[in-house]
């Protein structure tokens, strides 16, 4: 029974394993992820905004595009809460009961990875774009432009961790329910067992103490007469 699985967990109840937890694919993908959603939101947070020597206000370092800096600084900072968010659904997943929550979870899983792919996927390339067009006159300085161009490059990156997360959660699901530990269908073996066996009661003529045939065996091996015949010599 130890080796029975529901959507990649065993039976709900057992211990919590942090060595096993962090050793699984999943989980370090979900880290590399959160750590690159730090990267990106801390670049364009902290030197994304600059100004000319003659200017006062601040502007985007992606072409002056504050739409290019909102969209970064939005992305990093939901994909940082959704990373732990799915961290802690994985943790508490193996103390899930019901198939079918553990289904929804999956699914859920399933779902936000590829739709978080595909908005890095857009990120990386209106980033990309903005930063190509951007004037670096505007930046003589050039104080800004390694975080604008590794903000890009982790953009890149994530792409390929979240559509990994969704592989993987797709991997997951179609293990399904392996053991009729967790199908809804599932008997007690011992029950079966108990039905295959014959009553010894009733009128079952094939019983030994059962109706008029079984007393009539009976009759014919402890009758006296039908016994043993003396012989003459």
């Known amino acids: 029974m130890e ?17 096993t937890f962090f050793q699984q694919p999943q989980t370090i993908l979900r880290i590399v992820s959160w750590l690159f959603s730090i990267v990106i939101f801390g670049c364009i947070a902290n030197e994304g905004y600059i100004n000319r020597p003659n200017e006062v206000a601040e502007y985007c370092i992606f072409n002056r595009n504050q739409n290019a800096c909102n969209y970064g600084v ?6 940082f809460l959704c990373c732990m968010a799915f961290l802690a659904l994985d943790i508490y997943f193996p103390q899930i009961s019901s198939v079918k929550d553990r289904k929804k979870a999956v699914l859920a899983d399933i779902g936000v990875s590829a739709f978080w792919s595909f908005m890095w996927f857009v990120g990386f390339c209106f980033l990309a774009n903005q930063w190509q067009a951007t004037d670096h006159e505007d930046d003589p300085l050039r104080e800004g432009g390694d975080a604008a161009r590794a903000a890009i490059t982790f953009s890149f990156f994530s792409i390929f961790t979240w559509a990994g997360q969704s592989f993987l959660g797709f991997q997951k699901y179609k293990l399904g329910a392996d053991s009729a530990l967790f199908s809804q269908d ?7 067992a108990a039905g295959s066996y014959t009553s010894f009661g009733g009128d079952d003529p094939e019983s030994p103490s059962g109706g008029v045939g079984g007393q ?3 009759d014919g091996v402890f009758d006296g007469t039908a016994g043993y015949q003396r012989q003459d010599y």
């Not at 939005?74 to 994909?79: D, H, N, Q, W």
Request: avoid cysteine; charged fraction near 10%; hydrophobic fraction near 35%.
């Open 186 to 192: 599932y008997t007690d073996p011992s029950q079966d």
């Open 74 to 79: 939005f992305m990093g900072s939901m994909a």
């Open 3 to 19: 080796g029975m699985q529901a959507y990649g967990a065993g039976k709900a109840g057992g211990a919590f394993d942090p060595v």
């Open 216 to 218: 009539a065996n009976s």
